[in-house]
């Protein structure tokens, strides 16, 4: 069985980084040349066409048959000029992945030959029979049909020879069954909400954009290895493995330089990257051994969420190119860093204003402390929402553990705007201030810039940090899609921010000046989150349990978890938000419970097959040769000898046996566990199951493989160990 295993250790050791194909050109002459955007729309549209889309990309406004077909046959030309037969629409399920289907271009014409067509109405709806996608509920097979709707606001692209339309995904009766929809809902109510706290402070401003950066971490294992563990192939992680004597501790990977086959495979895959418009800037070895990061330059969030989706694909398809597999788990091995995807996220005026950027004078000092202060509360009040929208199964490895922030929602400001928030809410009064109050307070307001800009002290144990100019949501999950956190995020600080114009205003009624009213609720928002605000170590054990007493909430549990999307407050931002339907929540939160279940699933299912058909054997193979040897020693030996020598072999047959017979009988239970859980008919009630009763199995029944594999003779040992997976290049 370990064959497998040495063969690949061979090959891997045989390869040559593959040699790529680099453009002649710079990269800003080739950036974006696969995608149908306004630049490419202003040739191949008639004018008024072209500007009909451009208001509606601007304006959301809705696209009508006659400038559909336009486009349409704009499109179409421009495609079949790069040689592309197919069109798809472009959705994202509720799975982490996105789907498409294609259809060539051609139909049949009169005299029974073919042309290319591509119609408005092709471009606008397709109807893919999509019943086998996760709705919770939502669509019975029996009325299996959705429909797909193009998002005017992400450009068409190409890859290969198909044109992928990026569109919406809905059910016939109206539901969402997708993440852009809600998305689109979540950044709507943004802008509406944010435009009009920030028409307190400029008139000019009609549109308010949430940007996003995401940092996207990852792991390469060369193919071959990746094979000889059925657990990466199946599970996506590693279920079993000791640890390797060395990995991470000298940290001598980070920012290390890149290996030459690793460099070979980034830069293909950035090369492909911008063709597809997508700006990818940074790239470096992460902390882990084998762990690396690519970021892109920010941008328009629902934009950043496709090109995110896009690169996950990308990046698949790219490392195959190069004998690699790219592990997007967030903690594919144990002991070690796991992955993350920090969502940088801002908010943008059309007037060119970052709000989360300290302005120039005391007036745009204030609107960026009010918003500041906004998403402060909208963290404090929304916390279990936010990591709901986060705490995935296979994020739950991450989060929580050493080098990941925790479970516990807390924000992070730096030393100087935190001196500046508690300052403002010791001065402001809620009677009248006085000139010289006021003058005091915008003084201390008017000096931010300068110095927060120099001084972007970093905690890197927080799980949403501010950081300059925007916040860092560090908790989201390398595997996930950026959309459930973005719509929890965007959605949350819409309320907030609606209801900060609600109390700013009644306070104007009553006859308090717009600024004082401004300064008053702000107050009251400061003190109200104060508890959400942490700048120590968020891993340490000390700030567990100062959480604990300040009220916060720390839920380690998944399906816990996933239940508080239904929770008052969280209908009160989602629902009331017009983000979802109580219906769409629903079967949401019905479909995140199936995943849970289904991932525990499969990893009892792999972890079991392995331990009895990989493990046990090799170990009882092991067990023989030690048997054997007693025996022959017991020939040569006389009784007083033979005692002597035979003795730590006898006790380690025996401790092996016990070893393996209690495998066996972990696997053994952990299978009647999941029996006994199946039969749970409440979908929350079997989730909490799988948590409770069989997820602690696969812990259990791995730690004593571990052991196994340190005794074991590691000629036989059947699955790459490891320091192989991580080191052998
Ligand atoms: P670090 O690892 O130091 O946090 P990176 O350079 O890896 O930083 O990534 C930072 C990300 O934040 C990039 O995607 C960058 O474009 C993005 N970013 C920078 N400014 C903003 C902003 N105002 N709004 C949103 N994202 C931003
Ligand atoms: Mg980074």
């Known amino acids: 069985m370990a064959d497998l295993r040495f063969s690949a250790l061979r090959e891997v050791l045989s390869r040559k980084p593959v040699e790529i194909k680099y453009p002649s050109e710079k990269v800003s002459s080739y950036f974006g040349e696969n995608v149908f955007d306004l630049p490419k729309m202003e040739i191949y549209l008639p004018r008024e066409t072209y500007y009909a889309v451009k208001h509606a990309i601007d304006r959301g406004s809705i696209i009508n048959r006659d400038v559909a077909d336009k486009v349409a046959a704009g499109m179409k030309a421009w495609a079949m000029e790069k040689g592309v037969t197919h069109y798809t629409h472009w959705f994202h399920p509720l799975t982490d992945t996105t789907a498409e289907k294609h259809d060539a271009f051609i139909e049949r014409n009169d005299s029974g030959g073919l042309v290319e067509s591509f119609s408005g109405a092709l471009l606008v709806q ?69 435009t009009e706290v920030c028409r307190y402070f400029d008139k000019n401003v009609d549109r308010v954009y949430a940007n996003l950066g995401w940092e996207q971490e990852y792991f390469l294992i060369d193919e071959a290895l990746y094979f000889a563990r059925p657990d990466l192939v199946l599970a996506d992680r590693t279920l079993m493995g000791h640890q390797s004597s060395k990995d991470q501790q000298l940290a001598d990977h980070y920012f290390g330089s890149i290996p030459e ?10 090369i492909e990257s911008y063709r597809l418009g997508i700006p990818v800037k940074t790239r470096h070895n992460e902390v882990a051994p084998n762990q690396f990061e690519c970021a892109p330059i920010y941008e328009e969030a629902n934009l950043a969420i496709d090109h995110n989706q896009l690169i996950m694909d990308l990046l698949k398809k790219v490392a195959r190119k190069h004998k690699f597999r790219i592990l997007l788990h967030e903690k594919p091995f144990a002991g070690i860093n796991g992955s993350g995807k920090h969502n940088n996220w801002s908010m943008a005026t059309n007037t060119g204003v970052n709000l989360l950027s300290p302005g120039k004078n005391p007036k745009t000092n204030l609107q960026f ?77 008017g000096k931010i810039p300068e110095i927060l800009l120099d001084n972007t002290d970093r905690n890197r144990t927080s799980p949403f940090a501010f950081t300059g100019n925007r916040f860092e949501f560090r908790a989201v999950g390398s595997s996930a899609s950026c959309a459930p956190a973005m719509i929890a995020l965007n959605a949350s600080v819409a309320a907030t921010l609606r209801n900060f114009k609600i109390d700013v205003d009644s306070l104007i009624e009553k006859g308090v000046k717009k600024d004082e009213a401004i300064f008053q609720v702000m107050k009251r928002y400061i003190v109200e989150s104060v508890n959400i605000r942490f700048e120590g170590d968020g891993y340490s054990e000390v700030w567990h349990r100062e959480a604990e007493s300040r009220g916060l909430t720390n839920i380690r549990s998944v399906p816990e978890s996933i239940s508080k999307y239904l929770t008052d407050k969280s209908r009160k931002v989602l629902v009331e938000g017009r983000i979802f339907t109580d219906r769409e929540l629903e079967s949401r939160v019905e479909v995140e419970y199936e995943k849970f279940i289904k991932k525990v699933q499969i990893e009892a299912r792999v972890l079991g097959d392995l331990a009895i058909n990989h493990i046990v054997p090799t170990a009882i193979q092991y067990m023989t040769v030690l048997l054997d040897n007693v025996k ?10 033979y005692e002597r020598l035979a003795g730590a072999r006898r006790e380690l047959i025996v401790s092996m046996s016990d070893q393996i017979s209690l495998v066996k009988k972990l696997v053994a239970e952990m299978i009647e566990e999941r029996k006994k859980a199946n039969i749970i008919v409440d979908v929350n009630e079997r989730a909490l199951a799988y948590e409770q009763n069989v997820r602690p199995y696969l812990d259990n029944i791995r730690y004593q493989i571990d052991k196994l594999e340190l005794i074991v003779d590691n000629e036989i040992w059947p699955l790459p160990k490891y320091r192989e997976l991580l080191f052998t290049r």
């Open 369 to 445: 402390l009010a918003f500041l202060v906004n998403v402060v509360k909208s963290v404090h009040d929304n916390q279990d929402l936010l990591r709901a929208s986060v705490l995935t199964e296979s994020n739950s490895h991450r989060l929580g553990a050493h080098e990941a922030p925790p479970a516990i929602m807390s924000v992070f400001l730096g030393t100087y705007l935190t001196g500046v928030l508690d300052n403002l809410a010791e001065k402001v009064t809620s009677r009248r201030m006085t000139p010289s109050e006021k003058t005091e307070l915008k003084l201390g307001i």
């Open 126 to 194: 397709q109807e893919p029979d999509a019943s086998s996608f996760p709705s919770g509920g939502i669509r019975n097979t029996f009325e299996a049909r959705g429909y797909t709707a193009w998002d005017v606001s992400s450009p068409a692209f190409v890859v290969g020879r198909t044109l992928c339309i990026p569109t919406v995904f809905v059910s016939y009766t109206g539901e969402a069954l997708d993440y852009k929809t809600p998305l689109l809902k979540a950044l709507s109510e943004l802008d509406s909400a944010a």
């Open 261 to 270: 086959r690793v460099m070979a495979f980034m830069e293909d895959f950035e």
């Open 632 to 641: 022959s020693l017991r020939e040569v030996f006389n009784e007083i000898e």
